[in-house]
């Protein structure tokens, strides 16, 4: 079985390197994720791309219109992730329990964190941490998310605090945004495929729409790739938005992206932003995983590094700490924007998704902290990661199965159409359930809204047993056998072929 990099780091003197450096081949959420798998029988009502889930009914006399819709979200999109909890495989207590290679999460990197959030300068208690502090996030906090995104951003000039706002995660930013900058009804234009549970964070609260603006796996030229997204297809799904009379407010996107992994290079960023602004379009960019790019080759930039923002006061970048520290259940999110009535309304509605006032002290102690950072846990973080990505990248080889990956994010966006005879999502859904049967938990393409039947994303940032066993009932699914693989005993696991991970 292979094994990650690891290094001794109860002692954060030493600088680390990366202890797996292979070079990719040339192939390339928030909370639930695994979560996103839809009923067919249930699905979203569509117009011509517009997801409408205001739509939804429910026979109970208990709910309002609104409590019937949310009610709808949790029944039929998150029955994967449901299950899995039901069913969750431990090594020692339920061997033959689900291994969830479906839920974006990095797992990788508990050691390095726990160290970390044990120290004693992240132990302190005073009576401005226990009561009311301006909604923005205490005044120390903001000042490092500051300095933190301006050193990591590579911005040009200072970020400044004032544009600072913390809330409790990315799904709270979400949901707030398209709260203050949408009517009920409006809707954002969000590149297909993409992470499904922006549809819950912008709708359960403001009943905002999504317009998708499909891409597709065709390439179509020498300078084309798959799923490309491109400012004609932008005005493309803007048209066909406001020819059903949908009015459009704003534009999302995610860089690196999820679940594709792509990276936007600052000429396509620079695209988009003036497409927006042309159509005096808002701009949402989620950053969630950008120093989780872990491929070196990839020249990664934020939008927050370019010299001038086309359109500043419609321009929004969110990030946190879930995904770059491993650290989903704190609950941590930042936005930076320098529209001051965005950031007050923002703001107030942090009443209902603050944080508390010791997770704030923890958070600026943790993001201050540059030496451990950058010579311990993003290195240590980057090693780990191209390890299993390099494993599950040589296992789908071996298999045959074509698949896009970026060396950024989580997971790989995998190409499974050659097992479905008649290439329809009702033969997704099934495949999806033949991996559950099976006691692993995957992503379907069509909780991303692919057009595509036969996508799937597979999560990586795992324990090396977890992946190995997941991977081994990946297999036999694929391979017609339906029975469950327990862990494995060392002498009957399948290594990869000489290489130390």
């Not at 951003?153 to 600072?164: A, D, F, H, Q, Y």
């Not at 923002?309 to 946190?320: E, G, I, N, S, Y």
Request: net charge negative.
């Amino acid at each position: 079985m292979f094994t990650l990099p690891q290094k001794d780091f109860r002692a954060p003197t030493t600088c680390l390197g990366p202890a797996c450096m292979q070079d990719l081949g040339s192939s390339h959420g928030e909370d639930l994720e695994g979560e996103c798998s839809r009923k067919l029988d249930q699905k979203l009502p569509e117009l011509r791309g517009v997801g409408d889930p205001a739509m939804i009914s429910s026979d109970t006399s208990y709910l309002s219109s609104r409590g019937r819709m949310i009610k709808w979200f949790w029944d039929s999109a998150e029955e994967g992730y449901r299950t899995y909890h039901m069913d969750e495989y431990d090594e020692d207590k339920n061997p033959s329990g689900i291994i969830n290679l479906g839920t974006s999460e990095n797992k990788l990197c508990f050691d390095l964190l726990s160290w970390r959030l044990s120290q004693s300068d992240m132990q302190r208690v005073e009576p401005s941490l226990l009561q009311y502090a301006d909604w923005r996030g205490h005044l120390f906090l903001r000042e490092e998310v500051a300095k933190f995104l301006s050193f990591y951003c590579k911005s040009p000039v200072p970020l400044r605090p004032e544009n600072v706002v913390v809330l409790n995660g990315g799904a709270s930013l979400f949901s707030a945004l398209a709260t203050v900058l949408c009517e009920a009804g409006e809707a954002f234009l969000i590149p297909t495929p993409y992470y499904g549970a922006i549809t819950q964070h912008v709708c359960l609260y403001g009943n905002i729409r999504l317009a998708y603006v499909y891409l597709d796996s065709e390439v179509t030229g020498l300078d084309t790739c798959p799923f490309q997204l491109t400012v004609e297809k932008l005005e493309m799904a803007l048209r066909e938005a406001h020819s059903e009379g949908v009015k459009v407010k704003g534009l999302i996107l995610i860089s690196p992206q999820n679940p594709l992994g792509d990276v936007y290079s600052p000429e396509e960023l620079q695209e988009y932003l003036v497409f927006a602004k042309r159509h005096r379009l808002h701009v949402i960019v989620d950053e969630v995983y950008m120093l989780s790019v872990f491929e070196k080759s990839v020249g990664y930039r934020s939008v927050l590094s370019l010299e001038r923002l086309p359109d500043p006061q419609r321009t929004h970048v969110m990030w946190a700490t879930s995904k770059d520290f491993g650290m989903s259940g704190l609950r941590f999110g930042t936005l930076y924007t320098e529209n001051q009535d965005v950031a007050t309304a923002v703001a107030s509605l942090c009443r209902y998704h603050g944080l508390s006032g010791l997770v704030q002290y923890q958070m600026a102690q943790l993001l201050r902290d540059r030496d451990w950072i950058n010579q311990v846990y993003l290195p240590e973080n980057h090693a780990r990661l191209k390890a299993a990505h390099t494993y599950v990248s040589e296992e789908l080889r071996a298999l045959g199965i074509p698949f896009l990956s970026r060396g950024a994010g989580f997971f790989i966006w995998v190409d499974l159409r050659k097992y479905l005879p008649k290439g329809t999502f009702e033969e997704e859904m099934l495949l999806w359930r033949r991996f559950l049967d099976n006691k692993v938990l995957l992503s379907f393409g069509k909780a991303f809204e692919c057009k595509e039947p036969g996508w799937f994303r597979f999560v990586f940032s795992d324990q090396a047993h977890r992946l190995c066993l997941g991977m081994q009932r990946v297999r036999q699914v694929l391979a017609g056998k339906s029975q469950v693989a327990e862990d494995p005993r060392p002498s009957q696991s399948q290594e990869p072929s000489d290489q130390r991970r």
